[in-house]
């Protein structure tokens, strides 16, 4: 276990709606990170939030975006879904920016 | 941006046999290189990295190499078990531009089959 509880587990939404997911990181940790896995392919990276700012970016459009809050913990959210948006979503934490970073179990999100 | 290939992208292997999985990137300023380890419908999970002033680290059965001029690193897994059965990602990273964070970008896997 790393410590990086992720919420809800599992959802299905559907196209053009609004989707949050959260995310809880690992005692002492101050950076949250955000992945995108489509099935049978590699994390992307979303982006980065440390001390409660966007710290970088992947190539990832404006409708992703993202929260971190005083605890550290953090907010994910994707607006007008498209059904490409179908992917475990993985959050991942580390402390002040190190490289090594820790995945919590993820949500599943299906956009029908 | 990085390019990063992993190869082979399947691996099926004897019990006890050795494997080895290879990664490619194109990025000269990547600086970290890790290897995760993912079983079905879990989390990737760290399993041994490895810095750009290293060239190889050991823990238990699983080693990683680096070669820095030709850009790739390996992962080495010796006496294999079943339970090594999973899908292995490189996911090299670069020290981040401009005070910004650059993520980890990860390869497509390769899918480890160990055999009884």
């Known amino acids: 276990e790393t410590g990086v509880t992720q919420s809800p587990t599992h959802l299905i939404k559907t196209r053009g709606q609004q989707v949050t997911l959260r995310c809880s990181s690992q005692?002492?940790?101050?950076?949250v990170s955000w992945y995108q896995q489509a099935l049978g392919q590699g994390p992307q990276f979303i982006f980065q939030?440390?001390?409660?700012?966007?710290?970088g970016r992947g190539n990832f459009p404006p409708r992703f975006s993202g929260l971190q809050f005083p605890n550290y913990s953090s907010e994910l959210n994707v607006n007008a879904l498209e059904l490409d948006d179908s992917a475990l979503y993985l959050c991942?934490?580390?402390?002040?920016?190190?490289?090594?970073?820790?995945f919590g179990e993820g949500s599943w999100l299906t956009v029908v | 941006g990085e390019n990063v290939e992993q190869h082979p992208s399947t691996l099926s292997v004897q019990e006890g046999d050795s494997a080895v999985i290879k990664c490619t990137y194109s990025?000269?300023?990547?600086?970290?290189f890790p290897w995760y380890k993912q079983e079905l419908g879990k989390r990737p999970q760290l399993i041994i990295d490895?810095?750009?002033?290293?060239g190889e680290k050991k823990d238990q059965r699983i080693a990683v190499t680096l070669n820095k001029t030709a850009k790739h690193f390996s992962l080495h897994i010796t006496e294999t078990q079943p339970e090594d059965s999973a899908v292995y990602f490189c996911?090299?990273?670069?020290?981040?531009?401009?005070?910004?964070?650059?993520?980890?970008?990860f390869g497509k896997g390769t899918h480890l089959i160990i055999q009884p």
């Open positions: 991942a934490s580390s402390k002040d920016r190190a490289d090594t970073i820790y």
């Open positions: 005692s002492g940790h101050n950076t």
């Open positions: 939030y440390y001390r409660e700012e966007e710290n």
């Open positions: 990025d000269s300023a990547s600086n970290y």
């Open positions: 490895i810095r750009s002033n290293v």
């Open positions: 996911a090299p990273k670069r020290r981040g531009s401009g005070g910004g964070a650059d993520g980890l970008t």
